[in-house]
């Protein structure tokens, strides 16, 4: 199977930022949670949505 660079970047990237935390998922979320803040984009949170069961047929 052939290796995509795209994705190995991105594996690349991943491994090390988490690394960089310890690989500490309540230290990442919180390193994401201040760059948000830092930044002048709007930050756009979403209620999650109701899923509807599809009628029987």
């Known amino acids: 199977m052939m290796e ?3 994705v190995a970047e991105i ?3 991943r491994a090390e930022h988490a690394k ?3 690989h500490d998922l309540a230290r990442i979320c919180e390193a994401l949670r ?3 803040g830092k930044t002048s984009r709007k ?3 979403r209620r999650p949505r109701l899923l509807l ?3 029987s047929s």
Do not use: F, H, S
Request: glycine letters at 6%.
């Open 53 to 55: 069961k599809k009628p």
């Open 4 to 6: 995509d660079p795209i």
């Open 34 to 36: 201040q760059t948000e």
């Open 11 to 13: 594996r690349r990237y």
């Open 20 to 22: 960089r935390y310890g």
């Open 43 to 45: 930050v756009v949170q």
